[in-house]
Each structure stands twice: as structure tokens, then as C-alpha cells.
């Protein structure tokens, strides 16, 4: 007659004459008990919040890769690396203005049939790079259009930006990821009916 030990039993879900158990497998102490399970649900929170906000964000993962693989930043360009660190510096420096913040995204190469999705679902050609989503002195809120080196704005892009100014929001064209967050801070803290 055959013997297993009981751990042996336990792990491969069988009674202790070897038969296999119909319910699921019998659970085992872990030896390493997981403390935040007995942590109370408030605390947990607190713990989860802390862990993401010490994640890295994207941006800043992506910043690590166009720092470390020349030729993919190359084929990039430089108003990607702008956007990118524009967003990774609101993330780190203003998270209150982070959380309003969002790119929309016009650019780059697409097939044929992503692009005819893209504008089924309502996607604009020439519409700005990044919108700040919070009024602020007498607009509704802020539109900024990257262009970086001799880049320029394209027709769609001053349709855009006749439309938007005429509707209430602050337009900006930007040069650098430094001038993103100066138009940005300064918008943010226009006070009421000021304008910039």
C-alpha cells in the first residue's frame, strides 16, 4: 500500500486515501500572511493610493525608453518628446492640474482603416494637441497646439483656433514643453473675468 504525506494530499486536492476531492481544492496556510488583508478597508485604501502614486507614470516610462533607444526617438520626433515631458512634469509637479489635463491624438501614421475609425468616432483633424478642462478667468478652458523647430500651424489648425477662441476658450500655439507649463500655470491662476 502506497502513502502520501498530507501536504502532498493537500496539494494535489485529494482525501487522505488518496481519492480526489469533488469540491475545489483544499486551501492551504500560507505561511506568509498577506498583512494587508487584515488591514481595515480605510488603510487599504490609503496603502493602494500610495502604491500608484509611487508607480511610474507612462510618461515617465516613455521618457526612459526615448533616453535610452536613440533611433525610436528619432523616428518619434521632438514634439513627442515635448508633449511627453510636458506631461510627465504637470504629473510629478501639479497633480491637480494633471487630473484635468488630456492629449488628443491627431498625429502620426495610421492605416487607412484606423483613420476611418478614428473619424467615425468623432475624431477632428486639426483639433489642439493638449486641453486643460477647467474654466479659468473668462474662458472655459484651455487649448495649447505644439510646434517645435520650423513646424507650423497647418489650415485645420487655424480653422480650430478661430472656432475655439470665438466659443470662449484660451488658445495657445507652443514652442517647448517650457512654455506649455508657463501658458499653463498662468491660465490656471487667472482669477475671475481676467484674461491673458
Not at 36 to 59: C, D, F, G, M, N
Amino acid at each position: 500500500m502506497l502513502r502520501f504525506s498530507e501536504e502532498w494530499l493537500n496539494a494535489n486536492n485529494r482525501d487522505k486515501e488518496g481519492k480526489l476531492l469533488k469540491r475545489g481544492k483544499v486551501r492551504q496556510k500560507d505561511p506568509v500572511p498577506d498583512i494587508t488583508r487584515s488591514v481595515k478597508t480605510p488603510a487599504r485604501k490609503h496603502l493602494k493610493e500610495l502604491e500608484q502614486a509611487l508607480a511610474p507614470s507612462p510618461h515617465a516610462q516613455q521618457l526612459i525608453k526615448l533616453n535610452n533607444d536613440p533611433d525610436y526617438a528619432r523616428r518619434k520626433g521632438p514634439e513627442h518628446r515635448a508633449q511627453v515631458t510636458f506631461f510627465d512634469y504637470m504629473h510629478r509637479h501639479h497633480r491637480d492640474i494633471y487630473e484635468l489635463l488630456h492629449a488628443t491624438p491627431n498625429g502620426g501614421l495610421r492605416t487607412d482603416l484606423i483613420g476611418f475609425e478614428m473619424k467615425a468616432e468623432g475624431q477632428k483633424k486639426g483639433y489642439p494637441d493638449v486641453s486643460l478642462d477647467a474654466p479659468r478667468g473668462v474662458y472655459h478652458g484651455l487649448r495649447m497646439e505644439l510646434k517645435v523647430g520650423r513646424n507650423t500651424l497647418q489650415d485645420s489648425q487655424k480653422v480650430w483656433h478661430d472656432l475655439l477662441v470665438r466659443e470662449g476658450y484660451a488658445w495657445f500655439e507652443v514652442r517647448s514643453w517650457e512654455e506649455m507649463v508657463e501658458v499653463t500655470q498662468r491660465y490656471w491662476l487667472l482669477k475671475p473675468d481676467e484674461t491673458l
